[in-house]
């Protein structure tokens, strides 16, 4: 078809030439849109599937997956999108597919099913994939909001309470993840050859990461290591190869309950078939008599803080960022992000106030320069003199000296 002006009539020559330059210039700005996958490019393969793409991301990424378990989760609630067409898995079906599992599935869940629809898309998107150049349809999926947990820590205050009630089996362990921050799996894969007493260091590999870092050695967490170096094996903690590593949860909180670290008390009546009354308070205190049978048969239990053995990789962070800052925080925890780090720091009674105190601790000069004579002021009066002979009295120039009597 010949193109033609607005009247109807055709197009000169040199107007032809122009329409074609005009044609070719879009054409080529499409093209480069479509390379730097600013615009979508016409599917290559006929027919393609969302199962395609799959197993794509199976091939490329799910083989390199630490664990078999997240895709044995996911799987099932994906797999009614695997034999429909890779065009009609929009925005609008990505988020009807997830408000039907939404009634039995918790935002969490949902987010990670998400998560993993946005990484197959993603992984077929890139040079030479099969959705090479187009867009992700999940990046404007809706995302459900978690509602955050609280996380117990312990603090270095209550360290003294807590060792001794644990097992002494487990209690070297349990110090090594309070004093380096370490996971479970990294304190199990420790050798003895990767402690250093004389230079106060421990060589760990963060498996998570693959990072490896050189941790220092707090002189409270020396004598666990001389313990556990003193054991026959070159592993620093034994455990035998291939078996399940232990859940330590249990143990951490029945050694709080016990060192009494509780989160309160539950009473309860002890003719519990008859009566079964149960009721939390925040003290031991115990009546006399049951509100519910009036029998004297009450007694208190403590409720353990819950405590899990990741929380101690908390509290070491919450404490270390408490004394030298996001920085220092940042590097014992070999996070690459300071956002990270700062999920694992956690306002604690005695930890923070002492930063706050250093902050302001010079805040009480100038009622000190007032009353030079008054106590508690933290200031020697030789520093307020030795001020007062550098800055000068109040109201001068920031900068001048004095010069004898004369500033």
């Keep these: 078809m010949r193109a033609t002006t607005a009247a109807g009539g055709a197009l000169s020559l040199p107007g032809l030439k122009t329409e074609a330059r005009r044609i070719l210039g879009e054409v080529e700005g499409l093209a480069e849109r479509q390379r730097l ?78 998560g993993h629809l946005h990484a197959v898309f993603e992984e077929a998107r890139k040079q030479g994939g099969p959705w090479e150049g187009r ?9 459900f909001k978690v509602a955050e947990q609280s996380t117990e820590i312990v603090t270095p205050a209550e360290w003294p309470l807590l060792a001794p009630e644990l097992l002494e089996r487990w209690r070297g362990v349990v110090a090594v993840a309070f004093f380096t921050g370490l996971r ?38 020396r004598p666990y290591l001389e313990e556990a170096l003193a054991t026959p094996g ?17 143990m951490l909180r029945r050694a709080c309950g016990r ?28 009546p006399e008599s049951c509100p519910s049978c009036s029998h004297d048969s009450l007694y208190a239990r403590a409720i353990p803080r819950r405590v899990r053995f990741h ?22 925890m070999a996070h690459s992000d300071p956002r990270m780090t700062a999920r694992y720091t956690h306002l604690a ?36 003199a030795q001020r007062f002979q550098r800055v000068g009295p109040p109201g001068l120039e920031p900068g001048l000296r004095s010069r004898g009597e004369r500033f």
């Design 37 to 114: 996958g600013l615009a979508p490019r016409p599917l290559s393969t006929a027919g393609l599937t969302f199962g395609d793409l799959h197993r794509h991301w199976e091939e490329t990424r799910g083989k390199a997956l630490r664990s078999s378990r997240f895709l044995a989760f996911v799987r099932p609630h994906v797999k009614e999108l695997l034999q429909v067409s890779a065009l009609d898995v929009t925005t609008a079906a990505v988020d009807r597919l997830l408000a039907t599992k939404a009634a039995h599935l918790a935002p969490k869940s949902l987010n990670h099913i998400r």
């Design 135 to 143: 867009v992700n349809p999940v990046t404007a999926a809706r995302k």
């Design 184 to 221: 479970r799996g990294d304190i199990f894969g420790l050798r003895k050859a990767d402690v250093d007493l004389e230079r106060m260091v421990l060589a760990a590999t963060i498996s998570k990461s693959s990072k490896h870092r050189l941790l220092p050695i707090a002189d409270q967490l």
């Design 234 to 250: 070159p592993d620093l903690f034994r455990w035998p190869k291939g078996k399940r590593l232990p859940n330590l949860i249990k």
């Design 259 to 286: 060192a009494g670290l509780v989160q309160g008390f539950e009473l309860r009546c002890r003719r519990r078939a008859a009566c079964g009354f149960t009721e939390q308070r925040p003290t031991d205190a115990v």
């Design 311 to 332: 929380d101690l990789r908390h509290s070491f962070g919450t404490a270390v960022v408490a004394a030298g800052g996001t920085g220092a925080g940042q590097a014992l």
């Design 349 to 384: 009674d005695g930890l923070l106030a002492g930063v706050v105190e250093r902050a302001f601790r010079g805040s009480n000069y100038a009622g000190e320069r007032q009353n030079p004579g008054g106590g508690g002021s933290g200031q020697r009066p030789s520093q307020v």
